[in-house]
């Protein structure tokens, strides 16, 4: 199959990720594979064996199938010019998804632009999948759009546990991303540590969005934590909640629908409800305080997240897409 995605940059985003992961994936099964983006610059941060091209080249060609997610003008346009057999929506994110639902005259503000074109989008979608089964769900119920899931995945050569040296002492190092998105959470975190550290003193939090780690060191951070925390009121699958579980990391995290697939309460992972800052803090005290209950959350958070590979999501996509392809051209 002649496969294409069309993006707007390939920047280091978990929704790229995905993209460069499931291509690399496709390439090996002997798809002709080609990434559009912005100026069709190489990917530089994660290794793409997939070709990249500018984001304009796509209307030069004609494809099989025809991937696209960012909700911004320009792919929009792009993708209904373009000549494609099959144009196929992946829902990364349902952002401010109320918005989606009957009519809803704040969509039609400046700032809900994004909202506008993610409507269009579902409309415009011969098939469209979804990478957590929370979309699937949601879009079924509100707006009655059937889809087809394509999970997440992680890369277990990259995110594993590592040795990674420690200095002496009882410190317990709490990691997140950092990210200061509101929706990421960050302030929230912010607070629940300061609050639990007065009753652990010994507590440290560290960061790494912004560092510029290459991929390796953000292993190594993974990996030189005691606990991982993340905090997002929103998310479509939550990569650096499935890497923390790949890493061997014991995990704090918000319960939305970006884990449901893989973060089970009292088994993998606490699960705590957005903006529950009590009980964030009596999470991290507890964790901090409980190293037992680390280490068997550690272990079967592993267990769980072992069984998302990103080569069983390219074969759940490569089968979809050939389906659908076979049955529209047994329609035409």
Known sequence: MKISFIEPHLGVYGGIRRIVELSNRLVDKGHEVSIFHSDGSPCRWLKNRARTAPAGDVLDESHDVLLFNDPNSRDYALVREASAKLKVLYVLELYEKELLKDFRWQRFLPWHRRMRILSAYLKLADLVLVNATWEQIWLKEHLGIPSETVLGGVDFDMFRPVEVPRKRGDTVRILCSGDPRKRKGFKFIQTAFARARKSCPRLTLDTYHGKGLTQKELVDAYCSADIFIEASTQAG??????????????????????????????????????????????????????????????????????????????????EILRDALMTRAIHE
């Open 237 to 318: 699958w939550n990569n650096p909640v499935a890497e923390a579980m790949a890493c061997k990391v014991p995990v704090i995290c918000t319960d939305i629908g970006g884990v449901a697939d893989f973060a089970i309460h009292e088994r993998t992972a606490l699960l705590v409800s957005p903006g529950d800052v009590d009980g964030m803090t009596q999470a991290i005290i507890r964790l901090a305080t409980d190293r037992s209950l680390r280490q068997r959350l550690a272990e079967q958070a592993f267990e769980r997240i072992r069984l998302f590979p990103w080569s069983r999501c390219a074969d759940r996509l490569e």
